[in-house]
């Protein structure tokens, strides 16, 4: 079956813009992560959402950043005033909590921001 | 917090060596220990994991032991292809409800015929 999508895979924007970034789950996962990977670097966690609440946001990293998934399936990320240091591969990842005993994520190609 | 360190590379090697790439971790609870890889132009993907203390995960050769007492998680392969060349994360999640995941910077294998 399908995979995790994310889109747009590349998004360049300017400094002070607002950008989205879609995440599309697999089919049926009740679970939705967003990571952020800055170069050299592994990635890091922004937010979790179980079906439509956002369960632990904790990594967010400032109020200009916010992300809904209003329907429990597709999700957005959405950031507000980019700065140059936004720029970075914005991950997703989905997994079926139904599953015992683990969840395994798993991971979509990435959306690639750049801010100039 | 939680926090994994993993060793730095890039790490080079010929085929058919031997490969280990250290990994250790700080916790609270009893998260679970993954490696993910990413292989070039392509997603994260899990390559092993281990749920609780002396778990052995194991895949295409690749083996680590979950090891409380030294909160290790070394990955090791006995003979590698120019195949596994690619980026390999060690990490773990928060255990409990909560399966977010903690990665560390990542090790850039190169394996050279």
């Known amino acids: 079956g399908a995979g995790v999508s994310q889109t747009p895979s590349n998004k360049v924007t300017e400094k002070g813009k607002y950008v989205e970034l879609r995440c599309d789950p697999i089919?049926?996962?009740?679970?939705l992560y967003w990571y952020r990977q800055s170069l050299g670097q592994g990635p890091e966690f922004l937010i979790y959402f179980q079906g439509t609440g956002a369960a632990d946001d904790s990594g967010l990293p400032n109020d200009r950043f916010f992300a809904v998934r209003p329907e429990g399936s597709v999700s957005t990320l959405k950031i507000q005033r980019t700065e140059r240091g936004d720029s970075a591969v914005y991950l997703c990842?989905?997994?079926?909590?139904?599953?015992?005993?683990?969840?395994?994520?798993?991971f979509g190609p990435g959306t690639r921001l750049t801010v100039l | 917090g939680n926090s994994v360190t993993q060793m730095e590379g890039p790490v080079t090697l010929s085929e058919e060596a031997f490969l280990t790439i250290n990994c250790t971790y700080t916790?609270?609870?009893?998260?679970?220990l993954f490696w993910y890889v990413q292989y070039p132009g392509e997603g994260l993907q899990l390559l092993l994991k281990a749920t609780k203390a002396d778990d052995k995960g194991s895949n295409k050769g690749f083996e680590a032991t979950y090891r409380k007492e030294t909160t290790s998680f070394h990955l090791e392969k006995g003979s590698v292809q120019v195949s596994d060349s690619a980026v390999y994360f060690c990490a773990l999640d928060s255990g409990g409800s909560n399966y977010k995941l903690t990665f560390g910077k990542g090790t850039l294998l190169t394996v050279n015929p």
């Open positions: 089919s049926g996962h009740t679970a």
């Open positions: 916790a609270t609870g009893y998260p679970s």
């Open positions: 990842a989905s997994s079926d909590e139904g599953t015992v005993p683990y969840n395994e994520q798993f």
